[in-house]
């Protein structure tokens, strides 16, 4: 079966065969017999997608420094393959050693986005692992979810033995030495199940029942095994410089979404805008040391051969030694074509002689994201920005050579009115009419903004997780008054408008804020042939409201219901460090409109400190 998943039949029957083959410079090459642990870590989605996950590659590089682990990779058949493999009965199998997935101990699964959860179902499925949790045996791995969307694990909750909540650099050993020893003496998955609920971080559905109220609210959530915590609280790293990071990252041999180096500088991030989930459940921030990025950033580039380093963060600009570490970087690429990308930018943040000296290696469009059109509603979503330093920012992007800029918006954010969503296209014009103010003599070629506006999600954890969303068609009238004014703009052919598909964002509203009564949905979607769903061409919303038809789910119930504060919410079992309290009383000055300082300026209390660094701890004063 092996050598008949890689044949040449196979391989030339499918488009990119190097999505399966494995080989890539820096794979870790091991005898699997003489591992005593095997774990297979899997991105659900196409493989130029899963290889440009830094998560992956970190947890990839540390689990193989262990000689008693081996970690392979497999990532999400696309449709040609999958057809291929189900017709000729192949079981899905991992890059390194062509193994089946079945065979493995673990099965580690990314939850990135939600829209990859019928992919989950696929994977599982073409492994030949029973999709439910329930009807696993002992010769099947423990599945295994992590990531942002584990944060609300209930929607797939039948599909997973296991959620790790947090940071994956903490607690991994924990759980393999454990396992060892159970399985050495022979031990059942039951046992391993129970050992890890009583590992930090780690959470067994199976061992928690939930029950609804006539309204089809939750009216309790409950351990009915005594292993299991009533509260699961996220892992940490709390020292950054003590975590390992890649010296030899993975070289794929075709073209991915991030082709380069990625050296993440910190994590989490101070500026509390209430409607990111990242930058609640990541809190608080930590940096990584100027030595320890210098060190990992040389031995990368000379590891790999990439042409482009990108820094990695939240909010790039808020590095306290980001102008130190941009000169090093400077120094070493010099005269070698290497590109450097700093993405995630504050616009009120950025140092005209960082860009310009960037600029100097090579030059690209710059990014920022307003969020909102208005003042108003910068203050009701906390942006922290004001309209003088986005035009700052933009004079100060065009001085330094850049004539492309981009801009990212959100429509149907709460409190929302028409004239703030004309403000995305007003915003858009002033920024063009700064480049136009400039002395001819410094204008570089012909300016383009171009404007983009998602639709606002409701997610956990965030100060806005109680909001109200919006229908699909309340989110085309927004883009639609908003393309119009576009139209009126006297620049008009400098700027450009698009936005997202408003049934996806609809969907992925159902599935972040979700409960266990979605999980047959998502099973009925994929079982009709919902796959890659966050791929425009696949995406089929007739398809999945099929599926909550033949479900009886309401998904009106999950997304344009506005939620009360008392409300037992799905995810209130997992203790983020930031503390419900905090985030009612952020919603409650989101709706009056008053901004929270960020976390340098003034610490606000959400709970954070409970982890004992960071920012946190700055200043002990």
């Known amino acids: 079966m092996r050598k008949l998943a890689l044949s040449d039949e196979i391989l030339l029957s499918v488009q990119q065969p190097a999505r399966y083959i494995g080989g890539e410079v820096n794979m870790v090459v091991k005898d699997p017999a003489k591992a005593a642990i095997r774990f297979c870590m899997c991105f659900p989605d196409v493989y130029e997608i899963g290889m440009s996950h830094l998560g992956i590659q970190i947890l990839y590089d540390m689990f193989n420094r262990r000689d008693d682990v081996y970690c392979e990779r497999v990532y999400s058949p696309w449709t040609d393959m999958d057809r291929l493999m189900r017709e000729k009965q192949i079981p899905l199998f991992a890059l390194e050693s062509q193994d089946p997935v079945k065979e493995f101990d673990f099965l580690g699964i990314t939850l990135q986005y939600e829209m990859c959860y019928t992919n989950v179902l696929q994977i599982l499925d073409l492994s030949g692992i029973p999709l439910h949790a329930s009807?696993?045996?002992?010769?099947?791995?423990?599945?295994?979810?992590?990531?942002?969307?584990?944060?609300?694990?209930?929607?797939?909750?039948?599909?997973?033995?296991?959620?790790?909540?947090?940071?994956?650099?903490?607690?991994?050993?924990?759980?393999?030495?454990?396992?060892?020893e159970i399985r050495s003496r022979g031990g059942s998955r039951l046992e391993v199940l129970q050992a890890a609920a009583r590992i930090p971080g780690l959470y067994v559905p199976a061992f928690y029942d939930v029950t609804y109220g006539e309204d089809g609210t939750i009216t309790s959530f409950e351990p009915n095994d005594p292993h299991a915590p009533r509260t699961v609280t996220k892992e940490l790293v709390v020292h950054m410089d003590d975590a390992?990071?890649?010296e030899k990252p993975l070289v794929p041999f075709i073209k991915v979404t991030q082709d380069r180096v990625v050296l993440e500088i910190q994590r989490g991030c101070i500026r509390g805008c209430r409607f990111c989930q990242a930058g609640t459940i990541y809190r608080p921030l930590r940096e990584h040391s100027l030595e320890y990025l210098k060190h990992y950033a040389?031995?990368?580039?000379?590891?790999?051969?990439?042409?482009?380093?990108?820094?990695?963060?939240?909010s790039s600009s808020d590095y306290s030694r980001l102008e130190e570490l941009i000169h090093f970087l400077i120094g070493e690429v010099e005269g070698k074509g290497i590109n450097i990308s700093l993405p995630s930018l504050r616009i009120d943040a950025f140092s005209l002689d960082v860009m310009s000296r960037v600029q100097d290696v090579k030059k690209s469009?710059?990014?920022?994201?307003?969020?909102?059109?208005?003042q108003r509603l910068r203050d009701v979503i906390n942006k922290g920005l004001t309209e003088e330093d986005i035009l700052r920012g933009a004079r100060d992007a065009f001085l330094g050579g850049w004539s492309r800029v981009k801009l990212y918006f959100m429509l149907g954010l709460p409190t929302e009115t028409e004239e703030d969503q004309k403000g995305i296209a007003y915003l858009s014009e002033k920024v063009a009419e700064t480049f136009?103010?400039?002395?001819?003599e410094q204008r570089q070629r012909r300016v383009q903004i171009v404007a983009s506006s998602s639709f606002f999600v409701p997610k956990p954890f965030t100060p806005f997780q109680w909001a109200r969303q919006c229908t699909k068609e309340e989110?085309?009238?927004?883009a639609w008054l908003v393309r119009d004014t576009f139209k009126q703009m006297k620049n008009f052919k400098s700027l450009k408008?698009?936005?997202?598909e408003a049934d996806l964002s609809v969907l992925e509203g159902v599935l972040a804020r979700g409960d266990r009564r979605v999980a047959p949905v998502i099973e009925e979607a994929y079982k009709r042939g919902a796959m890659f769903d966050s791929w425009g061409e696949r995406f089929d919303n007739e398809l999945w409201m099929s599926a909550f038809d033949a479900c009886g789910v309401d998904p009106d119930f999950y997304t344009v219901r506005e939620r009360s504060l008392e409300e037992l919410l799905p995810w209130d079992f997992i203790d983020t460090g930031v503390t419900k309290q905090f985030l009612k009383r952020e919603w409650e000055r989101a709706r009056e409109g008053v901004v929270t300082p960020n976390c340098r300026m003034q610490c606000s209390g959400c709970g954070a400190r409970m982890f004992g660094g960071g920012v946190c701890y700055e200043n002990p004063d």
């Open 135 to 180: 009807d696993r045996g002992e010769d099947d791995p423990i599945v295994i979810g992590g990531g942002p969307c584990a944060y609300n694990p209930e929607p797939l909750a039948e599909f997973f033995d296991i959620f790790y909540i947090g940071e994956g650099e903490t607690v991994y050993d924990r759980l393999f030495d454990v396992y060892k």
């Open 244 to 246: 390992c990071y890649i």
């Open 298 to 314: 040389v031995k990368m580039l000379r590891s790999t051969g990439h042409e482009e380093i990108s820094l990695s963060s939240l």
């Open 365 to 374: 469009s710059l990014t920022f994201a307003p969020e909102a059109g208005s």
């Open 436 to 440: 136009y103010d400039l002395p001819m």
């Open 475 to 478: 989110f085309l009238e927004k």
């Open 497 to 500: 408008y698009n936005w997202h």
